[in-house]
């Protein structure tokens, strides 16, 4: 449609809840086996609500909440299975290789990472990275950042 | 006469093997997706055992992948063996997954066992037939070509990932088929039975537990790519 469009980064402004879980929504539904998503966001800016949106458009029922206390939850009934990680509470990146973290990024389903800037050295090379900017009622800014041609692809189908 | 059973799950493959003084009599292989090689492998070896009409009593010694490779996968079949070995008092021989993909063609040599670390990372070994010319190590793919012999054989799912790239830098290399990306237990016997003949005696070769084997990339490795 644009021809060939280099694309580092982009910026979403003046969000409201309704729209985070629509581009959610949108992006779930064209996630790939394989597929990372990091988020990085303050306490409160919609990480966890931005993933149920995305577990919504795997075909997930399940009420998604924030896996902090076991680092990760995991919800087999959708089109692809999805590992929710919480970040939060890690103390160090050793804590996520020794339940199996990279066997979670190459098993075939998707990755969620909230709080990812905790394990940055941990991340796969390719990814979506998305900052989450705003808190309480405030509007949001959502910043998306592809590595990797297939996150790009993405992107053009959804926020572009 | 020895009876070895052997354990891989360090792969996308479980699969057991039955090597009788150093040829392999059985060899079931099941594949898919490594975080459920727990629910394959004892019943595998149920049904082995079933069909040879033998018991755990009946092994000699059992041999395990210890990896690197899949971190669930690995932890499943050393924990399996451990706890066979453990239960019937048999001693049990730890076999890195590097050696194992040596032994996919001995005959031929130099043979470079490379399995995908991600992120361009590889752990590798090079063997000239039964030494490691190259220790296990784990290391970028770019580092491992430049040690690359010519004409060497590239075997594992490391050689499958990165085919294009080893070819462009070092053309002599030769390939095998897709088979090879995977690891197995034939593999990790036949080596197991080389150490035994090599050291004299099953006790001399064998040990009470193995571990895990560990190949720490380091963070400049992890992040040689990103920093691009
Ligand atoms: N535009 C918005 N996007 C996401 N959440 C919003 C937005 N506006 C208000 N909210 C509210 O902000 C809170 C975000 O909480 P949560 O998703 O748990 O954040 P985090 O996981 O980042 O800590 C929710 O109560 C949600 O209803
Ligand atoms: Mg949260």
């Known amino acids: ?160 | 006469m020895s009876l070895i059973l052997a354990i891989s799950t360090s792969s996308q493959s479980a699969s057991i093997s039955l090597i009788k003084s150093g040829s392999v009599l059985a060899e079931p292989l099941v594949m898919h997706n490594n975080l459920s090689h727990t629910k394959t492998l004892m019943p595998m070896i149920d049904e082995l055992f079933s069909s040879f009409a033998i018991s755990c009593n009946d092994i000699d010694c059992f041999a395990v992948d210890t990896g690197p490779g899949s971190f669930t996968g690995v932890r499943i079949g050393v924990a399996t063996a451990n706890g066979l070995a453990m239960g019937s008092g048999k001693p049990i021989i730890g076999i890195s997954s590097l050696l194992a993909l040596r032994y996919y063609q001995l005959e031929i040599s130099p043979v470079a066992s490379i399995i995908d670390a991600h992120n361009d990372n590889v752990y590798a070994a090079i063997y000239f037939n039964k030494s490691a010319t190259l220790a296990p190590c784990a290391t970028t793919i770019h580092d491992l070509i430049e040690k690359i012999p010519a004409n060497t054989l590239c075997l594992g799912d490391g050689a499958n990932a990165h085919h294009a790239l080893i070819s462009e830098l070092q053309p002599t290399a030769k390939f095998s088929s897709e088979e090879s990306g995977i690891i197995k237990a034939s593999c990790v016997g036949l080596a197991a039975w080389d150490r035994i003949e090599d050291c004299g005696s099953v006790e001399a070769a064998s040990s009470g537990i193995v571990l895990p084997t560990y190949l720490k990339l380091s963070q400049a490795e992890r992040n040689a790519k990103k920093e691009e």
């Open chain 1, 1 to 160: 449609m644009k021809g060939v469009t280099v694309l580092s980064e982009y910026r979403l402004p003046y969000l409201q809840e309704s729209d985070t879980i629509s581009l959610g929504r949108k992006i779930g539904a064209l996630l790939f086996p394989g597929a990372f998503i990091a988020l990085y966001g303050d306490l409160g800016s919609g990480k966890t609500t931005f993933t149920r949106a995305l577990a919504a458009g795997l075909g997930i029922q399940d009420n998604i909440c924030s896996p902090s206390y076991n680092i990760v939850a995991e919800y087999g009934e959708g089109r692809l299975p999805l590992y929710h990680f919480d970040a939060y509470r890690l103390e160090d990146v050793s804590e996520l290789m020794e339940i199996g973290f990279v066997d979670y990024c190459y098993g075939g389903g998707v990755v969620v990472m909230e709080w990812a800037n905790k394990v940055s050295k941990a991340l796969p090379r390719d990814r979506l990275d998305i900052h989450i900017i705003g808190s309480g009622t405030q509007f949001r800014t959502m910043l998306f950042v592809p590595h990797g041609s297939s996150y790009t692809d993405i992107l053009k189908e959804t926020v572009i």
